[in-house]
């Protein structure tokens, strides 16, 4: 449980959005974690281990997610989920 | 949603109701909170007890002819007291047309007006229900939602422990998905709650090991149903991490969602055990208790019939009857 230091808005900075492949990515890290991880756009909140459920936000980039962590692993998970969100992880791939 | 626009309401509503817009809502009028509708004929006629401000008001043609009634002055006041700033809009019934001195009214005070053609009875019933929906409590919830028997089970747990293989499996078997991942969940002005799936997600599913599936491609119509009420929680748990799990049956658990109380069953997994079976028998034991046959109360009466038999008295000649 956790400290205060739980929840963070992060701007995504992948230049085609969180598509599925990120997507993926992102649960991949995200299940490396001992944490619940929600993430919320707008109105809609989604289990940040599903790949599904993070497709599901269709967030495109410039857009604002909330990431809420909660559990043992917390602050290591945010750390890590928040870089890995504005960091652009298409740059050099030659997609634009 | 627990309110909504005018301008909200008129997208969703706007097309079924056949309304056209008289005087335009303002940027920032005040919101539809309540299904109610009200018929202000007192509150014209000066009798402002029991006037609901919040809801939207429907004019039909016995308001429209009392005010057609009135002298320039009074029609004035009597506009007056509807056209406050609570109010989210008027609708005008009948054809109308909208009297110019409300079109006047509602401009000054930035109250909006519409006109529809159908009858005032009519439209405030279907207004009234499609407002019921609208503004009922919705929720998202994470796991898989399925039609099993017309039972349907909502299947919740950790990411990982198994509800889509779960939910793939039972359609395999014949039963229907609803929604894989994310459940959009409304609880209806009836009481109960409505399942659905998401548009964007529809009925692809993540299977681990093998990526994204198209269940609707694979197995086609009779696999997927779009909505269904939710009747019973199935959550797994790994066995480790189990705390008390029923042995007997005569404790129904509850969970609720948005307020609503549905059965939950705690379901342990093991690596062999078949959920599905399992999932079909939650099923029809939910649905041979509505119809009010209770295996574990009936078993437990007839086992009580023999643990609570008098002892027959040794001496008594049994066959010395009169």
């Given at each position: 449980m956790g400290d205060g230091l739980t929840e963070r808005n992060v701007v995504i900075a992948n230049r085609v959005g969180l598509h599925a492949r990120p997507a993926a990515e992102f649960v991949k890290l995200a299940s490396r974690f001992d944490v619940d991880i929600k993430l919320t756009k707008e109105d809609l909140t989604i289990d940040g281990k599903s790949i599904m459920g993070v497709m599901m936000l269709a967030a495109e980039c410039g857009s604002t997610l909330l990431i809420a962590v909660d559990g043992p692993d917390e602050a290591e998970a945010l750390e890590a989920l928040s870089a890995f969100l504005e960091t652009d992880i298409e740059e050099g791939t030659g997609l634009a | 949603m627990d309110r909504l626009t005018v301008q909200q309401l008129i997208e969703r509503l706007g097309e079924k109701l056949a309304l056209e817009i008289s005087t335009a809502p303002p940027p920032t009028g005040p919101d539809v909170v309540t299904s109610d509708v009200f018929r202000p004929g007192l509150l014209l006629a000066g009798f402002e007890q029991g006037f609901n401000a919040d809801a939207i008001q429907v004019l039909g043609q016995p308001e429209l002819a009392y005010l057609e009634s009135l002298e320039e002055l009074a029609k004035a006041e009597a506009l007056a007291r509807l056209c406050v700033?609570?109010?989210?809009c008027v609708i005008v019934t009948d054809?109308?047309?909208?009297p110019k001195e409300l079109i006047a009214t509602a401009n000054a005070s930035g109250t909006a007006v519409y006109v529809t053609p159908m009858a005032a009875s009519t439209l405030g019933r279907r207004l009234a229900a499609g407002l019921d929906n609208l503004l009922a409590p919705q929720a998202t919830l994470h796991g898989t939602l399925v039609d099993v028997y017309g039972v349907g089970l909502l299947f919740t747990g950790k990411?990982?422990?198994g509800k889509s293989e779960c939910g793939l499996d039972l359609v395999e078997h014949g039963h229907r998905l609803v929604a894989d991942d994310v459940v959009h969940v409304t609880r209806a002005p009836q009481g109960h709650l409505i399942g659905s799936g998401n548009d964007l997600l529809r009925h692809y599913m993540e299977i681990r090991?093998?990526?994204?599936?198209?269940v609707q491609a694979m197995f086609g119509i009779r696999a997927i149903r779009k909505q269904k009420r939710i009747e019973v929680e199935v959550k797994l748990v790994s066995w480790s991490d189990l705390e008390d799990y029923e042995r007997l049956g005569f404790e129904e658990n509850r969970i609720e969602i948005l307020g609503v109380g549905i059965p939950l069953v705690t379901l342990p997994l093991v690596s062999g055990k078949n959920i599905t079976v399992i999932s079909e028998v939650i099923a029809l034991n939910h649905l041979l208790k509505l119809h009010g046959v209770h295996a574990a109360r009936e078993f437990d009466s007839r086992l009580r019939g023999l643990t609570s038999r008098v002892p027959e008295s040794a001496d008594l000649d049994r066959g010395d009857t009169e």
């Open positions: - | 700033p609570s109010v989210p054809g109308g047309p909208a990411s990982g422990i090991g093998v990526g994204i599936i198209d």
